[in-house]
């Protein structure tokens, strides 16, 4: 099984500023790797795939980045509504056998 | 609109079963495939399995193999996801999701509201 590792549990940052989220996988899933957003009570929300496209209506602000075995997630400047908790999950295998990271929780500093 | 709409909580005792059902809306069915996750309070989110809407192969995480099934009714487009011999750690929000076919590998674009389950004697 492949194990992602998501750093840091815990981000706090101040709205404006710039948040780097980064995902470790335990083996190479090439550019198979995708970013969720899920706020309280809510579904998860897709906002990265292929490590670096952007899904449907997601803002500029969000950029995704790396391949391999390492990447990073960054939001330019946050707003409000930012403030969240983020997956990174992969997809590489097949027959499937996806795994999420245990979240970073992005807190208002 | 897309739409993945699921079935309503459960309350169930050890050892039962639980069927989640979710219907989709606003595409075609069988062009996209199906992923199940859950997520136990406070936790994180955990991959339960994946079904091909077009054949009905499944494929299911390993330490829910043999326990889980998941399944599908094209005439009204609709996915389930059974777990049988429910335990205290299966209490979690099951989630479907819509999945792009394997040969467009891509993330899960589309979410259901979330199933509640509980599982408590």
């Known amino acids: 099984e492949i194990v992602m590792a998501q750093s840091p549990a815990t981000l706090s940052v101040s709205p404006g500023e710039r948040a780097t989220l980064s995902c470790r996988a335990s083996q190479n899933v090439n550019n198979n790797l995708a970013w969720y957003q899920q706020k309280p009570g809510q579904a998860p929300r897709l906002l990265i795939y292929g490590a670096s496209i952007r899904a449907t209506g997601i803002p500029a602000r969000f950029s995704g980045s790396g391949s391999g075995t390492e990447f990073t997630l960054t939001i330019s400047s946050l707003q409000s509504e930012d403030f969240a908790v983020y997956y990174c999950q992969q997809y590489n295998n097949w027959p499937p056998e996806d795994t999420f990271g245990q979240g970073t929780k992005l807190e208002i500093k | 609109q897309v739409q993945l709409v699921q079935s309503g909580g459960e309350l169930k005792k050890p050892g039962a079963s639980v069927k989640v059902s979710c219907k989709a809306s606003?595409?075609?069915?069988?062009?996209?495939?199906l992923s199940w996750v859950r997520q136990a309070p406070g936790q994180g989110l955990d991959w339960v399995g994946y079904i091909s809407t077009n054949n009905g192969k499944t494929y299911s995480a390993q330490n829910l193999q043999g326990r889980v099934t998941m399944t599908t009714d094209t005439s009204t487009s609709t996915a389930y996801m059974e777990l049988r011999g429910l335990r205290s750690g299966d209490t979690a929000v099951y989630y479907c999701?819509?999945?792009?076919?394997?040969?467009?590998?891509?993330?899960?674009?589309?979410w259901g509201q979330g199933t509640l389950v509980i599982v408590s004697s």
């Open positions: 999701a819509r999945a792009p076919p394997p040969t467009e590998a891509a993330g899960l674009d589309y």
């Open positions: 606003g595409y075609t069915f069988t062009t996209y495939d």
